[in-house]
């Protein structure tokens, strides 16, 4: 069973960077996709980035490209998520996950197999 937890959340200001943890358990594929969800208050949980374990390519939400860089350990089986120039409208509820599938994603679908409990990122202009 694999079991996934977030750490690292808090409150910045607008501006400021945080990177995000994501601690895994469990047996996790060679050739798998893992990534960060978010969700705002009254919104959809929305695909932040994903990191395919077999290449190593990587994709990111359009909102967050160029701010965000996702990233992994892999024989410590660490998932990050660092995150700079943040604005409001990042604030946020951050979820790990994985198992991820890209197009759900980038269709703005939250599908995953396995999920962390979330880390609350909260952005102060």
């Known amino acids: 069973q694999v079991q996934l937890m977030e750490s690292g959340g808090g409150?910045?200001?607008?501006?400021?960077?945080?990177?995000?943890?994501?601690e895994?358990?469990?047996h996790i594929s060679s050739n798998?996709?893992?990534g960060w969800f978010r969700q705002a208050p009254g919104k959809e949980r929305e695909g932040v980035a994903a990191l395919f374990t077999g290449?190593?390519?990587t994709w990111y939400g359009d909102s967050v490209k160029g701010?965000?860089?996702?990233?992994?350990?892999?024989h410590l089986q660490m998932?990050?998520?660092?995150?700079?120039?943040?604005?409001?409208?990042?604030?946020?509820?951050?979820?790990?996950?994985?198992d991820c599938r890209?197009?759900?994603?980038?269709?703005g679908k939250a599908v995953a197999r396995y999920w962390g409990q979330g880390t609350q990122v909260t952005v102060s202009s």
């Open 11 to 22: 409150s910045v200001q607008a501006g400021g960077s945080l990177s995000l943890s994501c």
């Open 24 to 26: 895994v358990s469990g």
């Open 32 to 34: 798998t996709c893992m």
């Open 55 to 57: 290449v190593g390519s």
């Open 67 to 74: 701010r965000f860089t996702i990233s992994r350990e892999k």
């Open 79 to 98: 998932l990050y998520l660092h995150m700079s120039d943040l604005k409001s409208q990042d604030t946020a509820m951050y979820y790990c996950v994985a």
């Open 102 to 107: 890209l197009a759900a994603m980038v269709a």
